[in-house]
Nanobody, 121 residues
Framework: QVQLVESGGGLVQAGGSLRLSCAASGRTFSSYSMAWFRQVPGKEREFVAADSWSGSSTYFADSVKGRFTISRDNAKNTVYLQMNSLKPEDTAVYFC??????????????WGQGTQVTVSS
């Protein structure tokens, strides 16, 4: 069982940056691939980025490629999403996921509760 807790969300102006963190419980964090998804009210949760358990593979949605990076610190059981050049359309609740691989929500087993990111124009 893995518990995930996101933090770092907030309000930022367009063009600004935020770094989201996702802290995971358990001693097997390093063996889990991790991902970030986001969701706007009334829409399906969409894939943002993923990092393989080995750190050798990362994958990004086209909408964030070149602006967002994903990284992990296994010593801290934490995965990060660095978001630069933010746009109003990045506004969403951002969710951390673990234990899977793919761009669909059902590809992932564990989920955090989400953190709100709001980008003002």
């Amino acid at each position: 069982q893995v518990q995930l807790v996101e933090s770092g969300g907030g309000l930022v102006q367009a063009g600004g940056s935020l770094r989201l963190s996702c802290a995971a419980s358990g001693r097997t964090f390093s063996s889990y691939s991790m991902a970030w998804f986001r969701q706007v009210p009334g829409k399906e949760r969409e894939f943002v980025a993923a990092d393989s358990w080995s750190g050798s593979s990362t994958y990004f949605a086209d909408s964030v490629k070149g602006r967002f990076t994903i990284s992990r610190d296994n010593a801290k059981n934490t995965v990060y999403l660095q978001m630069n050049s933010l746009k109003p359309e990045d506004t969403a609740v951002y969710f951390c996921a673990a234990g899977g691989w793919g761009t669909r929500t059902y590809d992932w087993t564990y989920w955090g509760q989400g953190t709100q990111v709001t980008v003002s124009s």
